[in-house]
């Protein structure tokens, strides 16, 4: 069975003329400080090693304008019970979502709960594509916001650098409240407190993190609110569902801060090709030969979510294991073409 449905929303909630200030203030340089990954496992209230939890960002290219791509993914089995949530998104250097896919799952014994969502700024507006499988009952659903209506919406990506800003600046202003999608993906509020510094234990050392406690409120059930602790790099220390029984923490302290990293990152001169007798045996295959390397290369670079994207679809084919791979690949990737007009793809590919 399968549902669908198009509206546009209009929206009558507002960020806060303090939280849109605060995303304006954010500066490429204070960017630059957050490329960096984030591990952690999550663990039960026993202390049992439930899954695990990684954050990375990069900087790319999209739309002709520098932003920076953020991956997040999840997996592990609560009860025995496999789960998982993954997160790409397409962040402005002002924490603005330009697009992002965000895909949630439970493995029940009897059936599966699969939730897709993808955004995107399509012509002046949000558009978002919801694809909710319960069973055997599939339910599709887009939604259009004007962007002017949407100012100063966090999604679930720029969240996670959002946090991460406050903690480099150890401070979070009063009034933070920002649009947000609630669980049901409709427009809500989500609202940013300080929780002050404390100690935590990270393998054998005991170090100072910083808190910041995120409440996302909710058009038809309770605020949802997280407690996440950073240390002193903006490093994710843990991270905590209020009323949940896992949390997710830091076992081991980065062996560098990013900022090491950065300053020592190794730099490999181009190394020249040289040719001269095989480029007179073999000119013309050769010479092919290296534009198609180039080509490739570039698109690769022009589009590093590919390595992602393969990397999810392959983790949740394994968790699966369906019987028909055809079928399960179109149903994954069918939120991403959902402004592709069909055959667009392969009308428009280089020869």
């Given at each position: 069975?399968?549902?669908?449905?198009?509206?546009?929303?209009?929206?009558?909630?507002?960020?806060?003329?303090?939280?849109?200030?605060?995303?304006?203030?954010?500066?490429?340089?204070?960017?630059?400080?957050?490329?960096?990954?984030?591990?952690?496992?999550?663990?039960?209230?026993?202390?049992?090693?439930?899954?695990?939890?990684?954050?990375?960002?990069?900087?790319?290219?999209?739309?002709?304008?520098?932003?920076?791509?953020?991956?997040?993914?999840?997996?592990?089995?609560?009860?025995?019970?496999?789960?998982?949530?993954?997160?790409?998104?397409?962040?402005?250097?002002?924490?603005?979502?330009?697009?992002q896919?965000?895909?949630?799952?439970?493995?029940?014994?009897?059936?599966?709960?699969?939730r897709k969502?993808?955004?995107?700024?399509?012509?002046?507006?949000?558009?978002?594509?919801?694809?909710?499988?319960?069973?055997?009952?599939?339910?599709?659903?887009?939604?259009?916001?004007?962007?002017?209506?949407?100012?100063?919406?966090?999604?679930?990506?720029?969240?996670?650098?959002?946090?991460?800003?406050?903690?480099?600046?150890?401070?979070?202003?009063?009034?933070?409240?920002?649009?947000?999608?609630?669980?049901?993906?409709?427009?809500?509020?989500?609202?940013?407190?300080e929780?002050?510094c404390?100690?935590?234990?990270?393998?054998?050392?005991?170090?100072?993190?910083?808190?910041?406690?995120?409440?996302?409120?909710?058009?038809?059930?309770?605020?949802?609110?997280?407690?996440?602790?950073?240390?002193?790099?903006?490093?994710?220390?843990?991270?905590?569902?209020?009323?949940?029984?896992?949390?997710?923490?830091?076992?081991?302290?980065?062996?560098?801060?990013?900022?090491?990293?950065?300053?020592?990152?190794?730099?490999?001169?181009?190394?020249?090709?040289?040719?001269?007798?095989?480029?007179?045996m073999?000119?013309?295959?050769?010479?092919?030969?290296?534009?198609?390397?180039?080509?490739?290369?570039?698109?690769?670079?022009?589009?590093?979510e590919?390595?992602?994207?393969?990397?999810?679809?392959?983790?949740?084919?394994?968790?699966?294991?369906?019987?028909?791979?055809?079928?399960?690949?179109?149903?994954?990737?069918?939120?991403?073409?959902?402004?592709?007009?069909?055959?667009?793809?392969?009308?428009?590919?280089?020869?």
């Amino acid at each position: 069975m399968e549902e669908t449905a198009t509206t546009e929303e209009a929206v009558e909630l507002k960020a806060s003329s303090e939280a849109i200030a605060f995303l304006s203030s954010i500066r490429a340089a204070e960017m630059q400080r957050c490329l960096f990954e984030d591990s952690l496992v999550t663990v039960s209230e026993g202390g049992r090693e439930l899954g695990e939890f990684k954050v990375t960002v990069e900087r790319t290219i999209c739309r002709e304008q520098p932003c920076l791509l953020l991956h997040a993914h999840s997996h592990g089995a609560i009860d025995n019970t496999p789960c998982g949530t993954a997160i790409t998104a397409y962040l402005s250097l002002n924490l603005e979502t330009l697009e992002q896919n965000h895909h949630e799952y439970v493995k029940l014994q009897d059936h599966r709960l699969d939730r897709k969502c993808h955004m995107v700024q399509h012509d002046g507006q949000l558009v978002v594509n919801k694809i909710t499988t319960v069973g055997e009952e599939i339910r599709r659903q887009t939604l259009s916001y004007p962007l002017s209506s949407v100012k100063g919406l966090v999604s679930e990506g720029s969240n996670l650098l959002l946090l991460r800003v406050f903690a480099l600046r150890k401070n979070v202003p009063e009034n933070m409240t920002f649009l947000s999608f609630d669980q049901d993906t409709h427009i809500s509020t989500s609202t940013y407190k300080e929780l002050g510094c404390r100690q935590q234990t990270a393998g054998e050392e005991v170090v100072e993190v910083f808190g910041v406690e995120r409440t996302v409120n909710s058009v038809e059930d309770i605020p949802a609110m997280w407690h996440c602790y950073f240390l002193s790099d903006g490093h994710l220390a843990s991270r905590v569902q209020v009323g949940s029984p896992v949390t997710m923490r830091l076992l081991l302290l980065p062996l560098q801060t990013h900022t090491e990293v950065r300053d020592d990152k190794p730099v490999f001169e181009k190394r020249s090709l040289v040719w001269e007798e095989d480029m007179q045996m073999h000119s013309m295959f050769l010479d092919r030969k290296e534009e198609l390397k180039a080509e490739h290369a570039s698109y690769l670079r022009q589009h590093p979510e590919l390595r992602t994207m393969m990397a999810d679809f392959l983790q949740f084919l394994l968790l699966r294991k369906p019987s028909d791979v055809f079928v399960f690949a179109r149903e994954y990737f069918s939120p991403f073409a959902s402004l592709q007009p069909p055959g667009s793809t392969f009308n428009t590919s280089s020869p």
